[in-house]
């Protein structure tokens, strides 16, 4: 019980920085330094008000400073974060295998980070997909299992990369982003096939559910503004083109899935 807190104590600093993170890491900041500022006034923050859930609880969710809003994503995060490594602990930790428990915990802090920055700036950024994919390979090797690890990444991120050329090549637009074949990547490293082929499999699916049902949505709101059913269908097949999916926050689910359910594998796997 007392570890389990403990790592979700941990999950809650991390949290913290994965905010940071995902604010800067896509507007092209460094994550190292300056420390933190509030984002409407760049005032640097004091320790006291850096404090994961409490400076927020505290301050009532805005700046000491500006009394601008701080905004709903950092307890979010912080509290997503700290039940994330809470599970990991529970499913590695508590067997007794901390380095499973350091996997596990590293991949769902990349997951979150990943899922945050792309559903807000529809970007996945090197550092966390090639960084992590790097630290994934690593922790596999220690873990001894660093060969399935290797063709598992560089199968799946070979797959994607050959089905959205294919696409581009068909289409003459791009359908896939390099961020998501990097994100694979990253998911093979930390999943193996099977986990990370059960992540591609339900993010996927859950994406084309949501496209499909966004395109409902537009089709009636014109047809309920009075527009002919060909109209209204094209209307969407161009909100469908022009409108792109954050397939990462899709794969980030789908990897949490196989993460939960591969603790068992997982042990099985390495041994
Ligand atoms: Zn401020």
């Known amino acids: 019980m007392l570890a389990t807190l ?23 900041e460094s994550v190292a330094g300056p420390p933190s500022r509030c984002t ?15 400076s927020f609880a505290l301050q009532r969710g805005c ?29 590695w930790g508590a067997a007794g295998d901390e380095r499973g428990f350091i996997r596990a915990a590293f991949f769902a802090a990349c997951l979150l980070a990943l899922a945050v920055c792309d559903a807000e700036c529809r970007q996945l950024p090197d550092e966390i997909t090639l ?11 220690w873990a001894g299992a660093l060969t399935p690890a290797l063709a598992a990444s560089f199968g799946g991120a070979g797959v994607l990369a050959a089905v959205g050329l294919g696409y581009q090549r068909a289409r003459r637009r791009e359908g896939l982003g390099w961020g998501d074949v990097k994100m694979v990547g990253l998911l093979g490293a930390f999943l193996g096939f099977e986990g990370m082929f059960v992540a591609v499999l339900l993010g996927s699916l859950a994406a084309a559910v949501v496209g499909v049902a966004q395109m409902l949505g537009v089709t009636m709101a014109r047809r309920r503004r ?11 097949a161009t909100y469908l083109t022009t409108a792109s999916l954050p397939l990462g926050v899709y794969l980030a ?16 796997w390495i041994g």
Request: proline share 3%.
């Open 253 to 268: 689910a789908g990897a949490g899935i196989a993460l939960a359910r591969g603790a068992s594998m997982w042990r099985a």
């Open 40 to 54: 409407a006034c760049r005032r640097r923050l004091r320790a006291s008000e850096n404090v994961p859930l409490f």
């Open 226 to 236: 009075g527009q002919s059913w060909r109209r209204a269908r094209a209307a969407a």
């Open 63 to 91: 700046c000491r400073g500006c009394g601008a809003a701080i905004g709903w994503r950092y307890p979010a995060l912080e509290i997503a974060c700290a039940a994330a490594f809470a599970a990991c602990w529970l499913g």
């Open 131 to 141: 960084g992590g994919w790097a630290v994934g390979l690593a922790l596999a090797s």
């Open 6 to 28: 403990v790592a979700a104590a941990f999950g809650l600093v991390a949290g913290s920085f994965l905010g940071l993170c995902a604010w800067r890491l896509p507007r092209g």
